[in-house]
């Protein structure tokens, strides 16, 4: 009995690396306790991470697969599980299992396109690791913009990776916002629905977007206003999740759980769904 | 087919109890449950338990794993063991039904190991009916209470217990009942089941139907005016979920022991207010759109991803439960119009 | 056999709805098998005409309905009480829950309702219609001859021990007022204080062992009306769920218990809900009878705006460590 594995019971995690990104936002690294990767996953899934007595959440994972020492995870403090994270040093061991969900369509649908990656607040974390992968295996994607906008300069998730890495890179333009006007930004100012729309972007291309729900509808409809088709516009959601299996029944909307048959989803898709999310 | 006559029933317990843990369903002032069988137990003669058998596979409450932490290190105890065989005697044709239900959650990718030890050291003796009631209405969903499913499949009559193993599993039980059993041909059997069947027809819900609803009917209920009505009174308690058989939502949690934590699983209820509350929202808040869930899940979303199998077994507890006496045969005869019944 | 018909609040209701005195109705529904009643809103003469039914079975208090009805609109809603309804009105308008303005409260007399369960083991498995004939209930199954069983035989155990014909709460009152009944409900406690202490632990351990934490005593209890309970909020440290076998799945109900305790009126709404048969009544109805034996009689909800001896302090106040004391030795 005790050989057959039990998708529920955790591996060990060790967190080796605390980055404070914004605020409100920590990037751990983290590995097993003998310095490998927990396990392989694809661009978009996610992991269950807990901590015994506190409890477990479901969390993106924001590194690339392609990265093969650790995995990253992104996490904005706003629960019991987050904000004992927060307080987590160097060293601190946690419980991890996974991959779970539908990952983004990177080696089918999105092969060969160009892309465009709309993100807001936190909602930068999944799309992460996709915009690293597509980094890594260039030739197999077309042109990559990135759209990216929170409440401030300082609000900003992994700015350094944009500024040092993302920006430099041949083929990739990224387009910066921030609300409101701040010392010390020279870059955009304004909400990310409205800056997509003054870029103005051709509709040949396939929409990676992730943020607040606001942000998504308002993107959304200017998408479609500027003649993309929901068929193009991919999405990644958030509930709440027990098991990440498919069994809990807690992030079941319409006949999908998300958990397993998310969170990824094509727009088309969740226009099928009854509207619970 | 072998049989023993009812004086002689306590032998083939007593024989079955020599191997393996054996529940029976008894009476008791408040009800009848299933209780693991004793010398001088007395066999219920009534149809349903207060509770469900899934039980038995899908507890109330069990424990997944352990932790000890000290500073930043932490163990995880996998305290799992090997189930002992354990036999269930008196399922009713809808409850075994259910199980069907359950393993299309439990055993489907990636599986349950704690829900699939149970159900491979459980084996299930059958009872078939022979006095339905009012609230019974497995009929609607397919199934011949006089003619139950699994491992071993009984029949009571007037003076005698008939035995017909069906499974792999129930043959090697019969095997040892051998000698508290002796053959039997079927026909007191035959005309057992026509019997029931003639009341079967009699029953007040003999004539619902689930016609109406099924796989992909999401967009045609979803939005029905009804639910307001139906769910205008619901309490938001988890009777319904508790009782049914194939209710199986569950939620993880940990207890603190004071010597280290235990990580838990027990049932949940999506009629509960906290069900999918989140650190920054919910997105079922109010009780229509809770209730709306469940009655949609057993007769839409369930059956969307099980090749039209309805997630409702027609054992009437939640008829018999509801503090409120609202239950899916409301929900069905509301939301699929006077000629559903 | 209720002495009010249903014919008799149909009227009631319909004239109350076409004068306009209130838009709404809460009543009872008829459902599939004449004794599953559920409550129910009815907002025309058409659907009360149709569907509202007054009978033995309709037990349900519907005193905890008002908070949530009352904040929907400016308008009335009208409301049938049973005498035990109204001590439960009562007291949710002490605890200022809903606003009286917004009700209009019909008074209805009861002879007391049958429990289903009781009906059952008289008549038999299979019922397929229930009718009232005098004093008895006519019961028809599937398997037997029909059978009369006294209307008596059958009363819901909360019924049986009945405190009060009286209304203590009305606008208006169909057929004639009752009285405070000198009920033998405190029996069934003296029982159990006649107990050892083993004895009573083991009554108990058996009862909520059995619990399955469905929460359908929290959530019908009028006297649980909290806008979040301390058993929802993950922050308090009691949980809603708790490894069955450990002491935090008793602590659940006694802690209940506590919280309702000088508040309780004893409707029964929770025996009766419990799909678990556990006797739930009887841990409010222990604090009932202390609190009546610490403090001098007090009834919850007999008089609106009444101060309950556990939050009304005198000097005469029996001392805590007293109180304690004599607890254990009624116990004794």
């Known amino acids: 009995m005790n050989n057959r594995e039990e998708t529920l019971i955790p591996k060990l995690g060790v967190i080796t690396d605390v980055r404070i990104d914004t605020p409100d936002v920590k990037t751990f690294r983290v590995v097993t306790p003998d310095g490998k990767k927990a396990f392989e996953h694809k661009p978009g899934q996610c992991a269950m991470l807990s901590i015994p007595g506190v409890g477990e959440a479901m969390f993106s994972i924001t590194s690339s697969p392609t990265n093969t020492e650790f995995m990253e995870f992104s996490i904005k403090k706003c629960g019991c599980v987050t904000e004992w994270l927060h307080q987590a040093e160097v060293g601190q061991q946690i419980t991890i299992r996974g991959p779970y969900g539908n990952p983004f369509p990177v080696d089918d649908a999105f092969k060969g396109q160009d892309l465009l990656f709309i993100a807001g607040g936190i909602g930068l974390a999944p799309l992460r690791s996709v915009i690293n992968y597509c980094r890594h295996y260039r030739d197999n994607y077309g042109k990559i913009d990135i759209v990216y906008g929170s409440r401030s300069k300082d609000d900003l998730v992994d700015y350094d990776e944009i500024i040092n890495e993302w920006v430099k890179d041949d083929g990739i333009d990224v387009h910066l916002t921030i609300d409101n006007e701040q010392e010390g930004w020279d870059g955009h100012v304004g909400f990310v629905p409205n800056y997509v729309k003054e870029l103005g972007f051709d509709t040949n291309k396939t929409v990676i977007i992730c943020g607040p729900p606001i942000m998504i509808k308002f993107t959304l ?14 999405t990644t959601m958030e509930l709440r999740m027990k098991c990440g299996i498919g069994k809990c029944g807690r992030c079941n909307i319409g006949s999908k759980y998300v958990c397993k048959d998310g969170p990824v989803f094509r727009c088309d898709e969740l226009e099928e769904l009854p509207d619970e999310y | 087919m072998r049989k023993c006559s009812i004086q002689n029933l306590d032998a083939v317990f007593s024989k079955i109890a020599e191997e393996a843990k054996l529940y029976i369903p008894q009476d008791s002032e408040k009800g009848t449950d299933y209780k693991e069988w004793t010398d001088g137990a007395v066999l219920s003669n009534s149809l349903n338990t207060n509770r469900s058998p899934k039980d038995f596979f899908f507890p109330q409450t069990e424990n997944l794993m352990e932790f000890k932490t000290s500073g930043k290190e932490i163990e995880i105890i996998d305290n799992r063991d090997e189930m002992e065989d354990f036999v269930v005697f008196g399922v009713r ?34 009872m078939a009916c022979t006095r339905p009631v009012e609230t019974c209405f497995c009929q609607t969903f397919g199934i011949d209470a006089a003619n139950p499913e699994g491992d071993i499949v ?20 019969m095997e040892r009942l051998k000698g508290v059993t002796e053959d039997a041909d079927s026909s007191e059997v035959d005309a057992q089941i026509e019997k029931t069947h003639e009341i079967m027809k009699k029953l007040p819900l003999a004539n619902l139907t689930a016609d109406k609803f099924g796989a992909d009917k999401t967009n045609e209920f979803f939005d029905a005016p009804q639910w307001k009505e139906l769910s205008q009174s619901c ?11 194939t209710c199986q939502c569950y939620d993880i949690k940990d207890y603190n022991t004071g ?10 209820s999506c009629m509960y207010s906290d069900f999918t509350k989140m650190a920054h929202g919910n997105s079922r808040n109010s009780q229509l759109e809770r209730f709306r869930q469940r009655f949609m899940h057993k007769l839409v979303y369930y059956p969307t991803n099980n090749d039209g199998l309805f997630s409702c077994v027609g054992c009437g507890r939640c008829l018999a439960k509801c503090p409120i006496s609202m239950n899916i045969v409301k929900v069905m005869k509301t939301l699929g119009g006077k000629d559903n019944e | 056999m209720q002495k009010v018909t249903c014919d008799t609040l149909v009227a009631k209701a319909c004239e109350l709805l076409e004068n306009g005195t209130v838009d709404r109705v809460l ?8 004794y599953d009643v559920t409550p129910a809103l009815f907002t025309t003469v058409d659907d009360i005409k149709s569907e509202f039914v007054f009978n033995d079975f309709c037990g349900a208090n519907f005193s905890k309905y008002l908070i ?13 009480l049973k005498p035990c309804d109204t001590y439960s009105f009562n007291q949710l308008l002490t605890e200022h829950r809903f606003d009286r303005e917004k009700v209009y409260a019909v008074g209805i007399p009861c002879e007391g309702m049958a429990d289903i369960t009781k009906v059952k083991a008289a008549a038999g498995d299979g019922i397929t219609a229930i009718k009232a004939e005098g004093e008895n209930l006519v019961i028809s199954t599937l398997y037997d001859d029909d059978k009369a069983v006294a209307c008596a035989d059958v009363l819901a155990e909360r019924c049986v021990v009945c405190k009060s014909k009286k209304h203590v709460a009305y606008d208006e009152l169909l057929g004639e007022d009752g009285d405070v009944i000198d009920s033998n409900r405190f029996d069934e406690v003296e029982k159990l204080e006649a107990m050892t202490e083993d004895e009573r632990f083991a009554f108990w351990q058996n009862e909520l062992s059995r619990c399955i934490r469905c929460n359908a005593c929290r959530d019908v209890c009028p006297a649980c009306t909290c806008e979040k309970c301390v058993f929802d909020n993950p922050e308090s440290s009691v949980v809603n769920k708790a490894i069955s076998d450990s002491f935090e799945e008793k602590m659940f109900h006694i802690i209940r218990a506590f919280h309702v305790a000088g508040r309780c009126t004893d409707c029964g709404e929770c025996s009766r809900v419990c799909p678990q048969n556990i006797p739930l009544h009887l841990l409010n109805r222990k604090f009932i009878k202390d609190i009546n034996s610490f403090y001098g009689e007090y009834q919850a909800g007999a008089e609106a705006g009444s101060r309950a001896p556990l939050v009304d302090y005198t000097t005469e106040d029996i001392e805590p460590t007293d109180a304690v004391l004599k607890g254990a030795s009624d116990n004794a």
């Not at chain 2, 309490?235 to 058989?245: A, D, E, I, M, Q």
């Open chain 2, 154 to 173: 009984c029949h009571k009559t007037e003076n005698d217990v008939f035995f017909n193993a069906v499974t792999e599993k129930g043959n090697a039980l």
């Open chain 3, 68 to 80: 949530e009805e009352t904040r929907k609109t400016e308008s009335k809603v009208l409301v049938f």
């Open chain 2, 235 to 245: 309490l938001g308690c988890g009777t319904c979920t508790f009782v049914c058989p």
């Open chain 2, 259 to 268: 010597h280290g934590v235990i990580r838990f699983r027990c049932w949940d």
């Open chain 1, 221 to 234: 409809q200017g998408l479609i206003e500027m003649g993309y088709d929901k068929t193009q516009v991919y």
């Open chain 3, 27 to 34: 009543g009872w529904k008829n459902g599939e098998f004449v």
């Open chain 2, 93 to 126: 044709a809808c409850d075994v039904k259910s199980f069907e239900i359950l393993d299309r959650v439990f055993l489907v990718e990636p599986y349950d190991s704690y829900y699939a030890n149970r159900r491979e050291h459980g084996v299930i003796i059958s």
